[in-house]
């Protein structure tokens, strides 16, 4: 069984940045694609940002594009969202998912499982 554990959110001032980690345990790691989801109140889940499994290839959400950068550590089965020049708009709970592929993709359903969450607030 695979568990994912989110890190890293929390209250960030317009212009700032945050890093969010999300750590693996169970299951495989080093030959699936990685992703990042977001969900406002009363919002769709929205994908943000996904990687390969060797970190070679990376998909952003256009409104990420610049200011977000996906990257991840096999051997310490962990995946990483660097944001940087944080929006109000950016405000959500931030999901870090693993594919059922190798590949990076923006479509939730190639992704098995979840992690539990973690809240990014962004002041204006």
């Known amino acids: 069984q695979v568990q994912l554990v989110e890190s890293g959110g929390g209250l960030v001032q317009a212009g700032g940045s945050l890093r969010l980690s999300c750590a693996a345990s169970g299951g495989t790691f080093s030959n699936a694609g990685m992703a990042w989801f977001r969900q406002a109140p009363g919002k769709e889940r929205e994908f943000r940002a996904a990687?390969?499994?060797?970190?070679?290839?990376?998909t952003y959400a256009d409104s990420v594009k610049g200011r977000f950068t996906i990257s991840r550590d096999n051997a310490e089965k962990t995946v990483y969202l660097q944001m940087n020049s944080l929006k109000p708009e950016d405000t959500a709970v931030y999901y870090c998912?693993?594919?059922?592929?190798?590949?990076?993709?923006?479509?939730?359903?190639?992704?098995?499982?979840w992690g539990q969450g973690t809240q990014v607030t962004v002041s204006s």
């Open positions: 990687i390969n499994w060797s970190g070679g290839s990376t």
């Open positions: 998912a693993r594919s059922k592929y190798g590949a990076d993709s923006r479509t939730a359903a190639w992704y098995d499982y």
